[in-house]
């Protein structure tokens, strides 16, 4: 039975780590299929992590830290696209620039605000998204594997986890069975065929690069009002680019990229769990080798050995109308 | 004829005094135009003639500098291609401007999607198309993905596009430069359905032939201005011809008899396939020899392009042999040109040259490694810079600035250079596509010239082009490619109708 | 036909965009310094005085100057032959691990001998760590962008094992090497000065600083004077037009990235044999990508990288010296300014472009039509 509680456990660990990967991951789904690259998730993730804990630690509100999150994620997202689609400009160094500025902006208003060294103050549970224990959780934990499941990984989770896993069917059925979603594809793939038949293409990436920001907004407040109690300098540690990791290796779909997230969730989690802890037969494992599985995962799928990723067509191409 | 009865109505689209530039260019100036409702209007014109760039206006795609357009006789004024649709104009991009991955069906609601949940608008729209369909002649699978149509069908889907959208005046640009023959007289079948049902069609082009098979008047541009407009009842090829260019043309090369050599390129069973893994060269056989010019005659797309890339090293074959001299030809574009092979390539942005270098830069790409343009271990600047020099005075490229950017030389003038940097190596093969493919009347006499002096060098030339009757002027054998077989040799002297029947397919 | 071809005078592109694109980072600066209650003009006044004020403030801004032009330059190239390398954090982190593994074993031999050692070690390592993804996306077509990034990570995590578990010395719980021996410090300039009886100011200044010029130098030379680097700038240009010139891309791929490769590797020659003389985690500081603003806002030529570099070590210094004056500014403001000064003079490079071509259009028009 232990064996049983342990995979429970990590499991539980697993949905936990992996949900701010999938919320950047869905964030940079939109943007992506729209032709917009971002490797600035790791930066607005940030944004919102630092505003969520400003903004929850002022008024003691979990919501209205989430909704400030949202809203300077959705800034720094519009930067991006005023430099990538108005401007033109290159969408790597823009994402670079994004991440830079957020890095700096956050770590120095917080000493400047709260002068905790970086840090925004202490939350109360009131101020955060607490688990919520379903009904009968505890008394159904003895049950081996449904009570089990039910108890440790689906009760007792916050709200924000319901909603990240949530967003993967709104996102299929925005993608693929709205106007929308075509619209988006299709100015992925061939934005001259979106121009022409007369939708314009600026607004569509512009909404395409703000549901990013969204989420993005929700990546960072699940990690400093929700998974934590307020807000630590660089915090986001890297997840922004793990979660890029994952939306190429789910190939740019929704569905698969949550289990992409799942399973860069369970690496997380089996990390941790094995720090220091020797396996039979292969001795300790480095912790920082299970790190890096998901960065040598995406490079051997990149490299054609497990299937082909291929990215959106008109991906990362600035459209300028051709005569 | 129905045409003449409809003049009287206002006209389906009227034109005042549209003007525009780009930057230094004058693309359109003071062009007045009506295209009378229900009538097939050709407009035709040379490589920047300023054709496109009015039906783009027209289209809602630019907007001009100053002018009025009217459609069915009201001012109306055409800021995006949103409101080109609302007033009932559709357009068939030369390029077309569907999404690859998607569905026919999804590509036909794309921007008229009808709702913002798809499955009620994909329904109705399925519908729709099987009344066009049944309308017009226009049979697509409505489930197929674009990427796996061939290219008549994917342009029928465009046609599809703009007629969904209620599309009363059809623009198409250039369309049948993709088409095969047949394909082609389908299309002008369509157009005459089209007409038929009184929509109005405006017919961008530059062959003349089309122009007098299938429209009822014909305007002529030439160089941003609008020349003239006519019945084209009352006109002829050669008319149209001058019109375009502004002087009489000579249709002919003067070229003396001459008797070929020793053979100096030998192919045999040649099998190449593209990217994607589908033979378009299906085991090709032919032999160029000293002093004579082979054409090769065909519609774009049918396997010549990747004939050249294999023979030029670009592109492996799958399988066959090719031979130089006698010798087997590794594929390898250095070790080609090292054998004394020339290649003018068909795609000259693309391939030929770059754009953003200067000239000294682009006349020694490909020969960059000649002992001439280097000294020690390092470029020789003063070299290159006079030989660049001496070739663009032997070339009679104009400006004559070798440090000038080469994407600042106009069409013709950037195809000399290229012509320059390869002839003077004095190869013993030169392998040139679609010579004068958007380079002005002027240059391509010019560089018709420079072939022909080559071939009485005693040089062997192979020569693709879609141009039938540049290769029937230049070659001394013209070999016909369709489907990447080649499906006939004869004469340059031969009717071009008998071409035309080779080009599809019909055994000579 | 051709587009509307639109030329900028040589001096407006290289000089005044850049120069308008700066002002434009500064000014938002301004903001953030007035938000966090800071005089903006106090503050440039302060950062200014740092870099280039005295003698050890310009040996600093010198110093880091060495950085920026090691990362601007390893773009630069893999740039010019159309490859988008981030991966310079990466590779000049291996590149560290080159130079240890020179100058821990072999730091008891004659320091002639010890540098020649660890600059190919840096090169060899960090050229070795760009050697994937180059190989990758040679003959897989897999993107360096993404690849270079991926490694990036991988590196860290490489190195915080290797260095947590490996290098360590036994018993030490820091997680870094022991110190080189003297002969595997690269001399300092103030030391090198004092030696010919010149008494300058004390800074890490080093002999790199002096490679890194001739690094410029070198690849200024390689890719405009050679056949190499005209092959390298084909590419990037036109990729078809370089297979149809007979090049061989995937083999220039390759050396592209092992050069790039190479010169990020030589970062590691600075911070590690030249200041910190033992090898540490995350000495490479982000430098790696603002290598990437150095080489845009230099034009990717080694001249403009060069003053971009010295740009960015002013920037640095200077911001290192405000912090140390007013303890209401972090060490994070510099990556506030940097990242303005990456987005204005990278992302935002073409904002300003507009209107200056419309000032100077008609007095310098070059195009010509058919």
């Known amino acids: 039975m232990e064996w049983l509680d342990l995979i429970a456990q990590v499991s539980g660990s697993a949905i936990r780590f992996s949900v701010p990967l999938l919320f950047a991951c869905l964030a940079g789904l939109y943007s992506e299929r729209a032709g917009v690259f971002d490797i600035g998730l790791e930066g607005k993730m940030l944004v919102g992590a630092f505003t969520a804990g400003t903004i929850a630690a002022l008024t003691g509100s979990a919501w209205l830290g989430l909704l400030a999150a949202i809203l300077a994620s959705v800034l720094f997202a519009l930067i991006h696209g005023f430099a990538s689609i108005t401007h033109r400009g290159n969408q790597i160094v823009s994402g670079v620039a994004i991440n830079f500025i957020a890095a700096g902006l956050t770590a120095q208003l917080g000493e400047t605000w709260f002068k905790l060294g970086g840090q925004t103050p202490q939350l109360t549970n009131d101020a955060r998204f607490m688990g919520y224990a379903w009904p009968f959780a505890d008394a159904l934990r003895g049950v081996p594997v449904l009570g089990q499941i039910y108890s440790q990984i689906l009760s007792g989770q916050n709200i924000l986890v319901y909603l990240a896993f949530l967003a ?55 990690l400093s009002i929700a998974q934590s109690a307020g807000f630590i300098e660089h915090m986001t540690a890297g997840k922004g680019f793990i979660a890029l990791a994952a939306l190429i290796f789910a190939k740019w779909r929704p ?65 300028v109308k051709e005569k | 004829m129905a045409s003449t009865k409809a003049m009287a109505a206002p006209p389906a689209i009227a034109l005042a005094h549209i003007d525009k530039r780009f930057g230094p260019v004058h693309a359109n100036r003071d062009i007045s135009l009506e295209i009378g409702k229900g009538t097939i209007h050709g407009i035709v014109g040379e490589n920047g003639a300023g054709k496109s760039t009015l039906m783009s206006i027209l289209f809602g795609f630019y907007q001009a500098d100053s002018g009025e357009i009217s459609v069915d006789g009201e001012v109306t004024r055409i800021m995006s291609p949103t409101d080109a649709i609302k007033a009932g104009i559709g357009m068939v991009h030369q390029h077309f401007m569907l999404v690859g991955k998607f569905t026919v069906l999804e590509n036909v609601v794309l921007g008229a999607e009808g709702g913002f949940v798809l499955n009620s608008g994909l329904a109705k729209a399925r519908r729709e198309l099987e009344r066009l369909e049944k309308d017009y002649g226009l049979q697509v699978d409505p489930d197929a993905v674009i990427d796996d149509l061939p290219v008549g069908l994917q342009q029928r889907v465009e046609i599809l596009k703009a007629l969904y959208r209620g599309a009363d005046v059809l623009i198409l640009d250039e369309p049948t430069g993709v088409l095969t023959p047949s394909e082609a007289d389908h299309l002008f079948r369509i157009l005459r359905q089209l007409k038929a049902q009184g929509k109005t069609i405006v017919l961008i082009t530059h062959k003349l032939k089309e122009i007098m098979a299938v429209t009822d008047r014909v305007s002529v541009m030439r160089r941003g201005e609008m020349i003239s407009t006519v019945a084209t009842a009352d006109t002829s ?204 009347i002027g240059a391509i006499e010019f560089i018709h010239k420079r072939l022909i002096a080559m071939r009485d060098r005693g040089k062997a030339v192979l020569l693709v082009s879609v141009e039938l009757d540049e290769i029937r002027g230049l070659a001394d054998r013209v070999l016909v490619m369709c489907g990447g077989d080649i499906t006939g040799e004869c004469a340059p002297e031969t009717p071009e109708k008998q071409i035309g029947l080779m080009m599809a397919g019909a055994a000579a | 036909m051709s587009g509307p071809s639109r030329e900028l005078p040589r001096w407006v592109d290289l000089g005044l965009i850049p120069l308008i694109n700066l002002i434009a980072a500064f000014l938002v600066t301004s903001l953030v310094f007035l938000a966090i209650g800071e005089s903006p003009i ?28 090691f990362t601007g330059l390893a773009f630069a190239v893999a740039f010019h032959a159309g490859l988008f390398n981030i991966g310079a954090e990466g590779q000049a982190y291996l590149g560290g691990l080159g130079v240890a593994l020179v100058c821990l074993p072999l730091g008891f031999l004659p320091m002639v001998i010890v540098i020649p050692l660890a600059i190919i070690g840096a090169a060899l390592f960090g050229a070795a760590w760009a050697f994937i993804p180059a190989y990758l996306q040679a003959k897989r077509g897999s993107h360096v962008v993404i690849t270079t990034i991926m490694f990036n990570f991988i590196a860290s995590a490489l190195m915080i094992y290797l260095l947590v578990n490996v290098m360590s010395p036994k018993g030490s719980m820091n997680p870094e090497t022991r110190t080189f021996d003297p002969n595997a410090h690269l001399p300092l300039i103030h030391d090198v000065f004092a030696g010919l009886g010149i008494e300058i100011a004390r800074s890490p200044l080093n002999l790199s600083f002096l490679w890194a010029l001739i690094c410029a130098v070198v690849i200024w030379l390689m890719l405009w004077h050679t056949t190499l680097g005209y092959q390298l700038r084909v590419l990037g240009a036109n990729p078809a037009a370089a297979t149809y010139a007979g090049m061989k891309p995937p083999r220039l791929i390759i050396i592209a990235m092992l050069i790039s490769g190479a010169l990020s590797g030589f970062l590691a020659l600075n911070e590690i044999m030249g200041s910190q003389n033992r090898l540490l985690l995350e000495f490479t500081a982000g430098y790696g990508f603002v290598g990437i603003a150095v080489a845009l806002m230099g034009r990717s030529h080694p001249f403009g990288i060069v003053l971009a570099a010295i740009l960015f070590g002013a920037l640095y210094q200077g911001g290192a010296d405000l912090s140390f004056d007013k303890p209401t500014v972090t060490r994070d403001m510099i990556v506030v300014i940097q990242g303005l000064v990456i987005l204005f003079a990278g992302a935002l490079e073409h904002m300003f472009r507009p209107q200056i071509a419309r000032l100077f259009q008609g007095s310098r028009f070059k195009a010509r039509e058919a």
Request: net charge neutral; proline share 6%; hydrophobic share 45%.
């Open chain 1, 168 to 222: 993967v069917p709104i996102t299929w059925w925005l993608l693929y069975r709205t106007r929308f979603g075509l619209r988006l594809r299709a100015v992925g793939e061939n934005p001259a065929a979106v121009d022409t038949a007369g939708i314009s293409v600026p607004s569509m990436r512009y909404a395409a690069v703000a549901c990013c920001g969204i989420l993005c907004g929700f990546a960072g407040a699940y």
């Open chain 1, 255 to 319: 569905v698969p990229a949550m289990w992409a997230c799942l399973l860069f969730g369970v690496l997380d989690a089996i990390s941790i769990r094995l720090q220091g802890v020797p396996i039979a037969g292969i001795g300790t494992v480095p912790v920082q080798l299970m790190q890096a599985v998901p960065y040598i995962l995406t490079v051997v799928l990149l490299a054609g050995f497990i299937g082909h990723a291929v990215a959106p067509k008109a991906g990362g191409v600035p459209y």
């Open chain 2, 237 to 440: 090829p050669e008319q149209l011809a001058e019109l375009m260019v502004g002087r009489r043309v000579l249709l002919r090369v003067v070229k003396s008899e001459r008797e070929p050599g020793r053979t100096v390129l030998e192919v045999k069973n040649l099998v190449v396939k593209d990217a994607s893994g589908t033979t378009k060269v299906n085991g090709v056989s032919f032999v160029v020899r000293a002093g004579e010019i082979v054409g090769i005659a065909g519609v774009a797309g049918n396997g010549q392009s990747e004939l050249l890339e294999a023979i030029t090293g670009i592109r492996p074959p799958s399988s066959g042999e090719i031979r130089l001299n006698g010798k087997p030809l590794p594929c390898d574009a250095a070790e080609a040109r090292a054998q004394k092979l020339a290649h003018v390539p068909e795609d000259r942005h693309r391939l030929g040259i770059v754009t953003s270098f200067d000239a000294c830069e682009n006349v020694i790409l490909g020969y960059h490694g000649d002992e001439l343009y280097q000294k020690g271990i390092f470029q020789d600047r003063r070299a290159i810079r006079s030989d660049t020099e001496k070739k663009m005075q032997d070339f009679d490229v104009r400006p004559q600035d070798p440090n000038l950017r080469l994407g600042l030389f106009s069409g013709g003038n950037q195809q000399k250079i290229v012509l320059a940097r390869e002839i003077e190596q004095d190869p013993d093969l030169l392998i040139v596509g679609q010579p004068t493919r958007g380079v002005d």
């Open chain 3, 42 to 69: 106090e503050s440039v006044g302060i950062m200014l005085n740092g870099a280039f004020g005295y003698g050890s403030g310009l040996g600093y801004t010198l110093f880091y100057t060495t950085n920026f032009i």
